[in-house]
């Protein structure tokens, strides 16, 4: 049972009210709308009706930038909607970069006109919460379409004093629309308002060792943290996500949020290869098989942002299950802050480099030559359930998975030989602390002794086993498993599984 416990204290004095029981029935009004919404993020999450939508329309060049809108405040960004058309959309959507100034309370030293300060730098596709591409998904805050032309949706409210600027910059070599919509609400600014902030970094063939730490965010001020997605390039199928979270708050020199793994902060658990989409977290992509590839996950903290009131650091441990391997990082951060927030030092401006895009490399799967591999034996007979279960350092990276077996269940499987004649069957086979005992048989004959598959730590693999020379049919031959116990210090579920044949 994995679980985090998440808890905010306030000054000594701050008055708070406990819950009771009987507020749920005071509020369950609301809390059916809260329900309604969140099971509807797009609708439940959006901007206000009375809202002023503005569109825009550009089509840009290689190394072009336009203005997409601007406009005189006091108001509030409520929605942004965008459109891309180009050739290849998953280039566009990492190679245009998305860039908005807003103007807080500040005045250019020189000039004495209102300062606008740069607090949104991002590929726009990376801004709406995944990446690469335009991978559709639901949230709150954040959201893409299936449907052609895909909308990229925003609902981030973003206010602003005197003057607010949007505009892309086309760092790739095609040319591409982009067009969509900016809504804004009215906005009473005051000493209490908050700036929105979106930047992005990337780091290509980092290393897997040593582990380090990975900043996603580092800056000074006063705000509040609200979320971020993590985009992962990984060229093996072995799990890349061991690495804690680590935030620190207001200068902290030990972080006071220290979480358990990169897939738990993300809402999920055991490195699951799964798309999952939620209000509040998402894995929107991960291509596999295993981890490899692509892999798109993200974390908003809507009822749960974490305030500073000096700075802010996040960083998650660059910590890899495969010792020598190279994997790329990028990720965008979000939150709001006072104007005046710094973090120019953290982020440097988005260069053509960072968001060129690179070719993926062909997956390494080893197999051990001749093999007959057991995940992709057919299977004639059995109790209990069977499976293809990936696992690193096995041939092909897997093997067949019998499981809910007992003592005197047997499964068969067949397996081609390619011609008639007498050959020495040899297996390998899975050992852990809760795989059985069984006995063997080659077409109805007995092959060897039990075989006891009790490993007391971890998952690994017998040697090769020769069960001996039998007469094969060319053709359909048929190996049968049959669980005959447990050792005694194992764990009674008498697990089984086949990494691969050979016929010799």
Known sequence: FYYHVNYRTWPAGTDVKTFAMEDTQKLA?????????????RQGGGPPAERTKTPFDVTLAPDKEAVLWEMDGPKAVCGFLVHLDA????AAARQIVLYMSFHGDRKDDKTGQPALEQTVQTPIGDFFGTAPGLTPYDSIPLGITKDKPQDLWCHWWMPFNKKAVIKVRNLGEQDVK?????AVMPWEWNDKSLLFHAKWRIEKNLPSRPMTDWGHLACSGNGRFV?????????????????????YVDGETFPSHLGTGTEDYYGYAWCCNERFVHAYHNQPRCDGPGNF?????????????????????????????????????????YWYARPGCWDDWFFGPVTKDDVKIDPMPALPITRVPGALEGEKLDVVEKTGTTSTQELPDFSGEAHLWWIQGKPGDKLTLAFEAKKAGSKHVIVRLTKAVDYGIVQLSINGLKAGEPIDLFQ????GRTDELDLGAFDLKKGRNLLTVEIVGANSKAKKDYMFGLDYMLLK
Do not use: M, Q, Y
């Open 29 to 41: 009004d609301k809390i059916k709308d809260v329900a309604d919404r969140l099971s509807n993020t």
């Open 87 to 90: 050739a290849d959309l998953d």
């Open 178 to 182: 982009v067009s969509g919509a900016v």
């Open 227 to 247: 979320g971020g997605a993590l985009h992962i390039i990984n060229p093996v199928k072995h799990w890349w996500g061991e690495g804690d979270e680590k935030i």
């Open 293 to 333: 590839g692509n892999t798109s996950v993200n974390r908003f903290h809507i009822i749960d942002d974490i305030p500073f009131t000096k700075s802010f650091k996040f960083d998650i441990e660059n910590w890899h299950w495969n010792p020598v391997c190279d994997t790329t990082r990028a990720a965008i951060s």
């Open 456 to 459: 007391p730590d971890g998952v």
